[in-house]
């Protein structure tokens, strides 16, 4: 196949869009703006030159937007593998996972802040519900502003949450179920209370200083016009040292400079020192930032006004991204059964493949977000999540994804509301949604990620006001929202919309809590007292039942995890398709609205498997069906 031509000004929008960065950069733009991406399959929007979009746009785009994404293009020569590549079959292609938020799934010793024994008091029930793989939220050191996604000492255990000891008691309770653990690996940033970045502010000739990016300068002059995630610019003065230090996160959240070769090794060490406690993977958080753009230039205004990050296109697919990650495979989890689970943010369907690919040595998979909300809607808008683009959405990723690359399926996790609320917070609803969803989850080609609580289709905290909650996000942006004059009331909607407070909740084992015995460091139980884990096992109706089915199933299937999926034509309100490896065949049909839908009867001899309505005739709001085929 020849190189295609480096895109430049004078490229076509169709050039564009066939370069992978582009096509992601393309879609996304699209899906901020609420648009579909489709609109460049019209021959003269394709034809347009990239040098034109600034008069075409009516300003809206202006020529430094054109240089940011030329730049941008340019610094990804990599292409996905066009070739087929081979299946090949994994343990956790196999495998259930189940993320555990530490402080919040049980307390053992009424602190009211969950903890590693606790977990392992609950090890039954997670292998009872089939999980295979359990991720657990850091558990490390850590000043917790950002709840243990600022580290402190990476080989250390939070005392709250228990001891080295403890965890290897976990490690030791998870392999004799035959179970594995995937541990949360944060290496974008550390604590400013780590002793690296501690001893790099006090000298500026420690080895550390080059760990990070600190700039000598002026305290009313940031080095750059980066934002933080967290609202605010992304740079912290320290008076104590006269310098600026780079935070994409909180202000206690500083970046670790991966151009430092030795800061890489000391990850790799660090890394190396948890696979020989025996942890089976990692999951990296924010693992796509690592590399940064060099000399840190400014970000294009216009970017950062279509995205809310000013600084991303620096940051979010940075020249030295692969590179870093396959020295991270090659010396720290080289073996093919360690698995590495990127999260992703701002990635699309094209850069993921780059990171997946099997023929890349850099990670097994990685999570992406934009199934998480609607085109044009972010996670502080409050509206009813429309199932479509769901359909949309995975329909368009299983079918770019051949053989060689493999997806996660998840909904929730400690990052956003409880998607059952965002497709339908009517408690009438509520049991059909969680089924819809698991069905989804279970049923097509990628790895589930349960996160807990889900499988009980548990639904946002009713908060009530800005004090009960605890998340830096939600704080920090409450603050700004306010100090721009946005009266209270409308703050706390906001934050109220997307708080990732709602997930963070303690987990709901009966229906007094079952949590802890003490005060919970955050109230709320994840929604209704009946929503619980006593109330539902054994009732063959309930959402966690309803769980349980699907694994098992899933289990004993070879094509509902490794088989093809073939989509079905059907109204918009409709999704149906079959997974197909064989001569074992399935077909999943589900209902995307709150009405009842027509839909064809299966052929004859299905076999009806699972409905979470009646199964025969139309279907029902949210109704869920499965039959085997063959
Ligand atoms: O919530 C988000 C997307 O749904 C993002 O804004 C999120 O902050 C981003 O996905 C990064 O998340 C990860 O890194 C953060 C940490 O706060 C999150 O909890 C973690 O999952 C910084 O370490």
Known sequence: ????????????????????????????????????????????????????????????????????????????????????????????????FYQVYPCSFQDSDGD?????????????????????????????????????????????????????DDLDALIAGLHERGMRLV????????????????????????????????????PDTPPNNWRSFFSGPAWRWFPEAGVWGLHLFSSKQMDLNWGSERMRADVVDMVRWWRERGVDG????????????????????????????????H????????????????????????????????????????????????????????????????????????????KRYYTRWQADYGDGYWMSLFFDNHDNPRMVSKVDPRSEHRVAVAKLLATVMFTLRGTPFLYQGQELGAVDQRFV????????????????????GTPPDEVFARVLAGTRDHTRVPMAWDASGGFTTGVPWLAGDGGHAEINVASQEGDAASVLEWHRALIALRRDSPALVYGETLVERSGSRVWRYRRRRGAEEYLVVLNLGDRPARTAPPPAGAELLLASGSGTGSLAPYEARLWRLG
Request: aromatic residues 8%; negative net charge; charged residues 25%.
């Open 1 to 96: 196949m020849p190189e295609p031509a480096p895109i430049t000004r004078r490229s076509r929008v169709r050039e564009l869009y066939a370069h992978p960065l582009g096509r992601d950069i393309v879609d996304s733009l699209a899906h901020q703006v609420g648009r579909s991406p489709r609109w460049v399959d019209n021959p003269l929007v394709g034809a347009l030159r990239l040098g034109a979009l600034p008069r075409l746009s009516g300003g809206r785009l202006d020529d430094a937007f054109v240089d940011a994404l030329v730049g941008l293009l340019a610094a990804v020569p990599d292409r996905p593998n066009p070739g087929p590549m081979p299946l090949r079959e994994a343990w956790f292609k196999e495998a259930v």
């Open 112 to 164: 009211g802040i969950g903890d590693l024994r606790g977990i392992l008091s609950r090890l039954d029930y997670l292998k009872g519900l089939g999980v295979d793989a359990l991720w657990l939220s850091p558990i490390y050191d850590s000043p917790m502003d950002d709840m243990g996604y600022d580290i402190r000492d990476y080989r250390k255990v939070l005392a709250e949450f228990g001891t080295l």
């Open 183 to 218: 541990m949360d690996l944060v290496v974008n940033h550390s604590s400013d209370e780590h002793a690296w970045f501690r001893e790099a502010l006090a000298d500026p000739d420690s080895p550390y200083r080059d760990y990070y990016f600190l700039r000598e300068g002026e």
């Open 282 to 313: 990692f999951r990296l958080d924010v693992i796509n930032l690592i590399s940064k753009t060099p000399g840190l230039p400014d970000g294009n205004e216009t970017i950062g006004a279509l995205t809310g990050f000013t600084g991303l296109e």
């Open 315 to 390: 940051y979010f697919h940075g020249p030295r991204l692969h590179e870093h990650l396959r020295q991270l495979r090659a010396e720290a989890f080289d073996d093919p059964d360690c698995v590495a689970i990127g999260e992703t943010p701002a990635i699309g369907a094209q850069m993921g493949k780059l990171m997946v690919g099997d023929d890349r040595g850099e990670l097994d998979m990685v999570f992406n977000f934009e199934h998480l909300e609607n085109p044009g809607r972010t996670r502080f808008d409050a509206y009813r999540y429309d199932l479509r683009h769901l």
């Open 465 to 484: 006001a800005l004090d009960e909650l605890r998340d830096v996000e939600s704080l920090n942006l409450a603050a700004e929202l306010a100090a721009t």
